[in-house]
C-alpha cells in the first residue's frame, strides 16, 4: 500500500487496471517528438506494466523505471523490450532516490493518486531532486473537471501548487487521457461508450538554484 492508500499491488493482482491502455501514451509521443527534450536519462515515475518506458528506451533513452507493484513489474519485464530498461521495484517516498541526475522524468498517473497536498508537495520535490538543473517532468493527472470517470482527479490549482516551486511551467493543457480499447473496456466490465477521463497535461522544467 502506498502513502496515497490505494493498494496497487491488489489491483494488479486482481487484473483491475482501467488506466492501462496497452500502447504508448499519446502526449509523451507528442512531447517526444516536439519539444527540446533529446535522447538522456530518463526516470519514469509508477512505470506499471512498462509500455511507455519500453516506448522510451526505443527513442534512445537510458530508462530506468519504478513501479511499488511487483505484479506489474512482472508483467513489465516479460514484454519485447523490457532488457533495455532498468525496471526498480520501489516506493518513491520511502526507498532511496534512483537517482539524481536524470534529464527527464515521466509519471502518468502517479502524482494524480495522491490526495494530500503535503504528499504532492513532497512528491514534486523528490522529482526535482531526481533531475539536473533543465531537466523536465512530464505529468498527466486526471482533472477534476467534467464527469468523475477516474477516480483520480486533481485540479490546475492543486498541479501547480505542488509543481511551482521546484519547476517552470511551460505548459499545462486541458486533455483526455488516452482511451481504452473497446476489448480491454468490455473485459473490465466498463461501457463502450465510456469516453476517457478529462486530464492535465503539465510540461515542467526545473529551475535552477537562482530561479527557487
Ligand atoms: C494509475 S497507475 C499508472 C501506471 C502507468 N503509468 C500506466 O499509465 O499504465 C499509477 C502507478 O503508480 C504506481 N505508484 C503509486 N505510488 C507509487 C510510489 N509511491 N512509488 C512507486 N510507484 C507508485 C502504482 O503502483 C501504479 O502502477
Known amino acids: ?8 499491488e491488489q489491483l494488479y493482482q486482481d487484473k483491475f487496471t482501467p488506466w492501462d491502455v496497452k500502447r504508448p501514451d499519446s502526449h509523451l509521443a507528442q512531447i517526444i517528438h516536439n519539444a527540446p527534450v533529446k535522447p538522456c536519462r530518463a526516470l519514469e515515475l509508477g512505470c506499471g506494466t512498462g509500455t ?15 513501479d511499488l507493484s511487483a505484479t506489474a513489474l512482472e508483467q513489465a519485464r516479460k ?8 525496471f ?15 534529464g527527464f522524468v515521466f509519471d502518468l498517473g502517479c502524482m494524480h493518486g495522491f ?16 533531475l539536473t538543473v533543465g531537466g523536465y517532468w512530464l505529468n ?28 517552470e511551467i511551460l505548459s499545462l493543457t486541458a486533455t483526455v487521457l488516452d482511451n481504452l480499447s473497446l476489448e480491454d ?12 477521463p478529462r486530464a492535465f497535461c503539465s510540461f515542467l522544467r526545473k529551475r535552477g538554484p537562482e530561479e527557487a
Open 115 to 130: 490526495s494530500n497536498p503535503e504528499h504532492r508537495d513532497m512528491l514534486a520535490r523528490r522529482i526535482a531532486q531526481c
Open 1 to 8: 500500500m502506498g502513502i496515497d492508500g490505494i493498494n496497487w
Open 185 to 196: 473496456k468490455e473485459s473490465l466490465g466498463l461501457a463502450p461508450d465510456l469516453p476517457p
Open 88 to 102: 526498480v521495484l520501489a516506493d518513491f517516498f520511502d526507498d532511496p532516490l534512483p537517482g539524481t541526475d536524470f
Open 52 to 66: 511507455n518506458a519500453i516506448w522510451l528506451a526505443r527513442q534512445g533513452f537510458t530508462v530506468t523505471a519504478m
Open 140 to 167: 498527466i493527472s486526471g482533472s477534476l473537471d467534467g464527469p468523475a470517470i477516474c477516480p483520480s482527479r486533481l485540479s490546475a490549482r492543486e498541479i501547480t501548487a505542488a509543481v511551482e516551486p521546484y519547476f
Open 79 to 86: 514484454k519485447d523490450g523490457a532488457a533495455s530498461c532498468t
